[in-house]
């Protein structure tokens, strides 16, 4: 059965520079090897420098653990700047970053579009993206695997 999306007609979003999933909320921004490229190549650091001084481990499912971004003991994300001008690797931010909120778990349907909007006030607002926008986004997610381990790896500490 292939039924049309609740976004057939496109979706309303142009970020508002809020900051709000950047900041004050907990949360994952796990990485691809993509990301982790660009990231460490931004910072001037080799892949295993990179992931010591700005990731973590965090345990997912069936003893993996997804590699994410670490977080501020504020939460804002590790990458968000202390004088509160914005991303310090905007340029080479994640596919997370750069696709929200075009995400499985906000472009799943009409309701939970609405329910990101009440946190978001770029959603529903100023530019309309297609449909193959968003699928393009959608599928970029799901083609861009984050990177994951064995949680039980010998000398991990776990």
Same mark, same amino acid.
């Given at each position: 059965m292939n039924e049309t999306p609740f976004y057939a007609? &496109?979706? !309303?979003?142009?970020? !508002?520079?809020?900051?709000s999933c950047c900041r004050h909320e907990? &949360?994952?921004v796990y990485l691809s090897e993509n990301d982790l490229s660009r990231? !460490? &190549?931004e910072c001037g650091m080799n892949y295993t420098d990179f992931i010591k001084a700005w990731c973590r481990w965090i345990p997912f499912h069936k003893g993996r653990d997804r590699l994410s971004l670490r977080e501020k003991s504020n939460f804002d994300c590790i990458f968000w700047k202390d004088d509160n001008s914005g991303c310090s690797v905007y340029r080479a931010r994640?596919?997370?970053c750069r696709a929200f909120p075009f995400w499985d778990?906000? !472009?799943?349907s009409a309701e939970a579009w609405e329910n990101a909007g009440k946190n978001c006030p770029g959603i529903n607002a100023g530019e309309t993206h297609s449909s193959a926008e968003i699928e393009n986004f959608l599928k970029l997610m799901n083609d861009e695997?984050?990177?994951e381990r064995d949680a039980l790896r010998i000398g991990? &500490?776990?």
């Open positions: 007609n &496109g979706l !309303a979003f142009s970020c !508002a520079r809020c900051s907990s &949360g994952y990231l !460490a &190549g994640p596919l997370q778990s906000v !472009a799943c695997p984050v990177i991990e &500490g776990k």
